[in-house]
């Protein structure tokens, strides 16, 4: 069993998770809608903007939120002058460097649910006298549920593994931006510690499996809606 300090560090990782998809969940909507609905100059620049954290370097995503949310970042500056907060070593900030690298998969998810909805149900709403704002709400983000949950679920997991943005925006404080896997790096550097990284890798193991088992089911309940 993990010892109170993993149980800890368990937990963080399951807030800077939580909080990175609640972060980036109206965000992954509204750009597979546009992805997925609307045809306009630029599409194809957005999608590929948007799926360029998957092949970036997970470093230079970091290096890039360090650029404009540190201390002399255009980003860093107007926080501290809006807010007075900064996100550099704070766990918020490992959730936003999560939360861009969960980003491609969750808009991927949700894309691919819009587009398997029939549009023909949309156009009969409309035809009744629905408001394209009630048609929307009646039909088509019913029919969307379970790939959002899913986009939710894989977001989810993707944060919990997230190592190389974080590290380099955030570095590894612990107690405050010490997940998960920074805490697995962490121990495989000092010696003897064999018994904590085998307690950590295990429990990350198996929330990732549990995410994406969840994240399957949900997948093929939303296409046995749509068919």
């Known amino acids: 069993m993990p010892t109170g300090a993993e149980w800890a560090i368990i937990a963080l990782s399951l807030k800077v998770a939580a909080a990175a998809i609640l ?32 092949v970036l370097p997970p470093v230079v995503t970091g290096w890039l ?16 002058a809006l807010f007075g907060t900064t996100l550099m070593f704070r766990w918020t900030g490992a959730a936003l460097a999560a939360g861009i690298m969960a980003l491609p998969l969750m808009v991927r998810a949700i894309r691919l649910s819009l587009e398997a909805i029939d549009r023909r149900l949309e156009s009969a709403a409309r035809t009744l006298g629905a408001t394209a704002w009630r048609a929307f709400a ?58 904590s990284v085998t307690r950590l890798a295990i429990a990350s193991v198996v929330l990732s499996l549990a995410a994406l088992l969840v994240s399957e089911w949900l997948v093929r309940k939303g296409g046995r809606h749509v068919l």
């Open 23 to 54: 972060l980036t969940l109206p965000l992954a909507f509204a750009l597979a809608w546009l992805l997925a609905r609307k045809r306009f100059a630029g599409r194809m620049l957005l999608d590929t903007v948007v799926h360029l954290p998957l």
């Open 65 to 80: 939120l360090l650029l404009f949310f540190g201390q002399s970042g255009a980003g860093g500056r107007a926080l501290q």
């Open 138 to 195: 009646t039909i088509t983000l019913p029919l969307a549920l379970p790939g959002i949950g899913a986009a939710m679920v894989l977001g989810f997991a993707r944060s919990l593994g997230e190592f190389g943005a974080t590290i380099t925006f955030v570095s590894n404080v612990p107690g405050e931006t010490r997940t998960l896997p920074l805490a697995i790096y962490t121990a495989l550097q000092v010696p003897g510690a064999e018994d």
